[in-house]
């Protein structure tokens, strides 16, 4: 201590009594502790410049629903399971059927067909084999493959051309609906079936934009390329990463100066920015040990990282800053700056820390990624802080100007702090509740309307103006097959699959969903064996019927599409063309198909759910609602257990838990209001908000507890917590909130999603620890608890 006038409260802080042991450990051992991190930073930040992107098919979806169980077990015998890109070649001025057009196409295809992760055998274009077309003469069925055998170019040529196309059946599939743009099919491996590396959906995007798109658009002006699947939506995601790095700029280049005008000292400011720079480059190192990527779900942890790093960061910078105007020396000030806060520091952080892995219990690996990123950075940041930080800060210490500003500025702070204390009072409480349960109200009438699943066409995740959105427009303005197919499977035994019971149940299914709102239309192999019947009977509708005679039905799926029927017929697909992928959609068929498949389900045949990228949508939904409320008790549950096992007071939990409850509820309101759904990209948000908002609380509740038990009332208890610990915690949720409310320009939509919810949170769980926790502590802790304090 460097100022004798200290009194003997004061002086007793310093004894080596008073120590707990981990400051005796920490503080005895500094420059070994330092020497440590500076190897660790080193080894594990190498390992977090070489982290790449990340993105697979299979760990966006919830492999263990029953939905994804079927379709994984079946996937040899079906296509159609969602991963695929469809490549929609483009005429500006004229139709497809020139020489020009053609020779475009068939380059095209080629060059698809050569493109790294493209199942070849499943790749499908006017140029391919297995593109063909089908007719009933009089001496029977004639067909063949829709470009001719002697193709040329010719006139003559591309008039048979045309003639096959309308007699191919693809009109509406393969080819538009008028006739200015057709689609190469491509089917794509999750894993090379060479080398067993996984598909980069980032260089497979840019392989599309640079072979596919860029080439033929550059080589003929009067071609445009249209691309969309799953691959070519995370692609862009990935590649939307890529400015994530000027938010993580700007994010930082904010908080620094915002730390600045806080402290108005230089190592008060770049110490807390620096110590949460290394916690994230030891989470990414960490993860790339691992095996982990950045995947574009998880690309926002490190920002949270930062975030949280920043708001433990800024309650040392000002438990230093009060302690060093006392005259305390640095490495003296840092001792009683980490007495004071490491409890409330390492209870806020475990909070944190065990919120986050609660999204572990949720069936989809992309959001365990999210759970274990986010566990493993709050892991570190308890580290840079509450050790890392505090032991630089304890040899640079709190500078002049920022010694000057804390002493300059109390007694006109005192002031604010006075008039806020008044949220404690005993006739300002009980409005303050009041306006609480009114907001309560407001936020469950409007979160009523919250839905799960997308609310919008095309790719939400992206902006609606987005290229890979208007390609997706063009394909369902053209083509009157939809890009949102959902596989009903049909299971039989062996060589069963076309049995008429079979055929019939189809079609009956068939029938009820065409009548399903929602539905575009179906394809099975009921649609053939109707319509080769009809065919083969003078093209007479009377015989557009499944036949009772099992020849006639043998026959009329003897030219049966590849894809409807399995090899050794015992699976058959029902293919299901929604208008959207809406979540409201998708529940409504898939019930009807519950209820069709209850009824009819027996021992010759079964109806399973489901494939097809509506089906992995339906199945990805249904995880996510029922995982939702589970969600929301566990990190609530983890979090009221900790603060009970720190605080010993059932009431204490009440006080901290009733305003994150109420942000949750309001945050929810608002995502309906935006008409953001409940889905992979934002249901992290709601525990991610309910971990980080719960440090304010934390601070806020062990200050307040602190000065109760010195005995004073709690008006003048709250207020000694504001001038302590108020101020940092105001500042810690704008300057966050501020951090993150940039994201709201991000291509991204979901980031910008994100964003406004993070922002919400970050500011209203703030306002909650301010404004509400004193009005809950003036009726939950009485007198009574106030003399146990002091006791």
Request: charged share 25%; aromatic share 10%; hydrophobic share 45%.
């Given at each position: 201590m460097s100022d004798p006038k200290h009194d003997k409260g004061e002086h007793y802080l310093t004894t080596p009594k008073a120590e707990p042991f981990l400051e005796r450990l920490i503080f005895n051992n500094r420059a070994i502790i330092l020497i440590a991190f500076s190897f660790l930073t080193l080894v594990l930040g190498y390992n977090a410049i070489k982290i790449q992107?990340?993105?697979?098919?299979?760990?966006?979806?919830?492999?263990?629903?029953?939905?994804?169980?079927?379709?994984?077990?079946?996937?040899?015998?079906?296509?159609?399971?969602?991963?695929?890109?469809?490549?929609?070649?483009?005429?500006?001025?004229g139709d497809i059927f020139t020489a020009d057009y053609m020779e475009t196409l068939k380059q095209v295809t080629d060059e698809v067909f050569y493109l790294n992760g493209v199942d070849r055998s499943g790749l499908k274009s006017l140029w391919t084999s297995n593109v063909r077309w089908v007719e009933v003469t009089e001496q029977g069925f004639q067909g063949g493959t829709v470009i001719p055998d002697n193709y040329d170019g010719s006139r003559d040529s591309l008039e048979r051309l045309r003639q096959n196309v309308l007699r191919s059946n693809e009109v509406?599939?393969?080819?538009?609906?008028?006739?200015?743009?057709?689609?190469?099919?491509?089917?794509?491996?999750?894993?090379?079936?060479e080398t067993g590396e996984p598909l980069d959906y980032g260089e497979f995007s840019r392989q599309l934009e640079e072979k596919i798109r860029s080439k033929y658009e550059a080589q003929n002006p009067?071609?445009?390329?249209?691309?969309?699947?799953?691959?070519?939506?995370?692609?862009?995601?990935?590649?939307?990463?890529?400015?994530?790095?000027?938010?993580?700029?700007?994010?930082i280049i904010l908080t620094t100066l915002l730390l600045y005008g806080y402290s108005r000292c230089i190592t008060g400011t770049l110490v807390p920015v620096f110590t949460s720079i290394v916690a994230v480059f030891l989470q990414l190192g960490t993860l790339r040990l691992l095996g982990y990527g950045l995947d574009p779900y998880s690309v926002l942890v490190p920002f949270l990282v930062f975030a949280i790093g920043i708001s433990h960061g800024v309650q040392i910078v000002n438990a230093m800053a009060v302690e060093a105007a006392k005259g305390f020396d640095s490495a003296t000030a840092a001792r009683l700056a980490f007495r004071a806060l490491y409890i409330p520091g390492m209870l806020a952080l475990i909070s944190d820390a065990f919120g986050f892995l609660t999204l572990f219990f949720i069936e989809i690996d992309v959001i365990r990624d999210l759970a274990v990123a986010a566990g493993i950075g709050v892991a570190f940041v308890i580290l840079t802080n509450l050790v890392l930080h505090v032991l630089i800060m304890s040899y640079l210490g709190i500078s002049r100007g920022g010694v000057r500003h804390v002493q300059n500025h109390g007694e006109k702070q005192d002031r604010k702090w006075r008039i806020m204390s008044y949220f404690a009072h005993p006739g300002v409480a009980p409005i303050s509740l009041l306006i609480a349960v009114v907001g309560l109200g407001l936020g469950l009438h409007y979160k009523q309307d919250l839905k799960v699943g997308d609310l919008d066409k095309g790719a939400p995740e992206l902006r609606a103006d987005s290229r890979y959105n208007k390609d997706n427009a063009f394909i369902i303005d053209s083509y009157s097959t939809s890009a949102d197919v959902l596989v009903v499977m049909v299971r039989t035994r062996e060589e069963q699959c076309t049995q008429y019971n079979v055929l019939r149940a189809i079609d009956t299914l068939q029938w009820e969903l065409q009548n399903t709102p929602g539905v575009q239309s179906s394809a099975s192999l009921a649609n053939v064996s109707k319509a080769v019947t009809k065919a083969l009977n003078e093209g007479n509708w009377k015989w557009f019927e499944i036949s009772r005679n099992q020849n006639i039905i043998n026959a009329s799926i003897r030219e049966a599409p590849a894809g409807l029927i399995n090899t050794n017929c015992n699976l058959t697909p029902l293919l299901v063309f929604l208008e959207d992928h809406k979540a409201e959609t998708l529940e409504t068929v898939t019930e009807r198909v519950e209820e069709f498949a209850e009824k009819h389900n027996g021992e010759e045949f079964r109806f399973l759910l489901a494939a097809g990228n509506a089906g992995v949508e339906a199945a990805t939904n249904d995880v996510i609602s029922s995982a939702k409320n589970t969600m929301l008790v566990l990190v609530y549950g983890v979090v009221a257990a900790l603060c009970l096992l720190t605080f010993r007071s059932i009431r204490a939990v009440l006080c901290i838990l009733i305003p994150l409850g109420l942000t949750s509820i309001l945050a929810e309101a608002i995502m309906a209001l935006s008409g953001i759904g409940i889905k992979v990209a934002t249901l992290p948000v709601i525990a991610l908000g309910v971990g980080i908002g719960v440090d304010y609380g934390i601070y806020i509740y062990s200050k307040l507890e602190k000065f109760l038990r010195e005995g004073k009332t709690l008006q003048e208890a709250y207020f000694e917590t504001l001038r302590s610990t108020g101020k940092a915690v105001i500042f810690t949720g704008v300057t966050l909130g501020i951090g993150v409310v940039t994201w709201i320009f991000s291509p991204i939509k979901f980031q910008a999603d994100m964003g406004l919810l993070l922002f919400f949170m970050f500011i209203w769980n703030m306002v909650g620890s301010i404004w509400l926790l004193p009005a809950l502590a003036r009726f939950l802790l009485r007198p009574s608890s106030y003399k146990r304090f002091s006791s």
């Open positions: 992107p990340d993105a697979s098919f299979e760990r966006m979806i919830p492999l263990e629903h029953p939905y994804i169980v079927n379709m994984l077990e079946h996937r040899n015998d079906l296509e159609n399971l969602g991963n695929f890109v469809r490549i929609a070649v483009e005429v500006e001025e509406g599939r393969l080819v538009s609906d008028n006739f200015r743009s057709t689609i190469v099919y491509a089917p794509l491996y999750e894993n090379n079936p009067n071609i445009d390329i249209h691309i969309v699947g799953f691959a070519k939506k995370v692609g862009d995601l990935i590649e939307g990463i890529g400015s994530i790095a000027w938010f993580a700029g700007i994010t």
